[in-house]
């Protein structure tokens, strides 16, 4: 069979929700537009930006570190990446396959630890998990979004890019209607509110978790092709299950529950206007009393 687009070379990649299997070529080029629309659309890159870019050495994360690093040598937007280690076997090699990618494109590399940063080990993280009966990667998760966003601050940079795509952002849609909190909606989006002081910005926010695989795999890029290993039994793992199942049925049903997403992002937007406090321990933006980190460390 030639391929859905070009009717030329053999159809590699089947795009469900297109109706359509297309070459490996026309993947990589319609793939490479649609990030390169949604940078465009939502202004995620701007001349006079300062960027941070976290990095894992998961796909998702060393694709977005090489687009933004081809996007910001045009710009002249200065670029630096940002690794968080937990502390574990894992981390470490992780860390040395973020470290490799960000030299080899010429970025600055940060390698950052929550021991270093907050004070936490992995066992105190272990420990914390066990007392609040939470997933070690909603423990892990929070620490590491605020180690990322104070680094990121204290370099000057206006912005932090996530290597989060349209599944993982189905996935918290979903997880938002289902706890019901529209809050937490105000993170969702290609691209944060202002409200903060570093706005979030996910640069692969248009492609579907498969497609960001399929791509650095043709490209043969580095990469850990493992899934951090703490994330089963999560919540976030069991919506995962749930989507796969969903788009069995309607394929396209990931890009339709970010689009109402994005509504509910906006009324969110509306109705928390400036209803971020600060934490009364650490002074960190919150929309509670006591910030989770803080919650957190008090269990360690
Ligand atoms: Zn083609
Ligand atoms: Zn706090």
Known sequence: MDCGLCNKKPAKVELKYLGKTICNSCFIRITKRRISKNIRVNKL??????IAVAVSGGKDSVLTLRVLAERCKKLEVPLVALYVDRGDEFAKKCGNIAEKVAKALGVKFYNLSFKKELGVSMADIIKITGKIGANRC???????????DRKARELGCNKL????????????????????????????????PKSGFVRRIKPLREVPEEEARKYVELKKWDHIPLPCPCRIGSLRFNFMSYLEDIKQVRPGAEFAICK???????????????????CTKCGELTSREVCRVCEYLTFK
């Open 260 to 278: 109402i997403g994005d509504e509910l992002a906006k009324v969110s937007e509306k109705k928390l206007n400036g209803a971020a406090k600060k």
């Open 138 to 148: 909603s423990v892990c998760g929070v620490f590491r979004r605020r180690v990322l």
């Open 45 to 50: 890159v701007e001349k006079g930006d300062k």
């Open 161 to 192: 890019a996530t290597g989060h795509n349209l599944t993982d952002e189905a996935q918290s849609a979903l997880m938002n209607f289902v706890k019901g909190e529209l809050k937490n909606f105000s993170h969702f989006g290609a691209i944060s």
